[in-house]
């Protein structure tokens, strides 16, 4: 079993940076592929993006290309979404996950969800 809790999330304006974190329990941590994703009021969840066990195997959605960043710290059983030149349509409960298998963009790939932590960006 694997529980994730999810920090960072705010309220920043339009061109700002946030960092969310998303740190794990449990001893597979390291072997799981983990992922962000996120839900605006009445939309359903999208993916943001993923990081394989290893951290050489990255992926983005095509809305944050250029704009986030996802790493991992197997040692402090730690994934973090750097995000920066935030915009409004930002604005969303950012979910992080974890799966058995890594590059996957669909939430059913993934078994173990967090709670979820607010962003919203001001225009």
């Known amino acids: 079993q694997v529980q994730l809790v999810e920090s960072g999330g705010g309220l920043v304006q339009a061109g700002g940076s946030l960092r969310l974190s998303c740190v794990a329990s449990g001893r597979t941590f390291s072997t799981l592929a983990m992922a962000w994703f996120r839900q605006a009021p009445g939309k359903e969840r999208e993916f943001v993006s993923t990081i394989s066990w290893s951290t050489t195997g990255t992926y983005l959605g095509d809305s944050v290309k250029g704009r986030f960043t996802i790493s991992r710290d197997n040692g402090k059983n730690t994934v973090y979404l750097q995000m920066n030149s935030l915009k409004p349509e930002d604005t969303a409960v950012y979910y992080c996950?974890?799966?058995?298998?890594?590059?996957?963009?669909?939430?059913?790939?993934?078994?173990?969800w967090g709670q979820g932590t607010q962003v919203t960006v001001s225009s």
């Open positions: 996950a974890a799966g058995p298998i890594a590059r996957r963009t669909r939430a059913s790939d993934y078994v173990y």
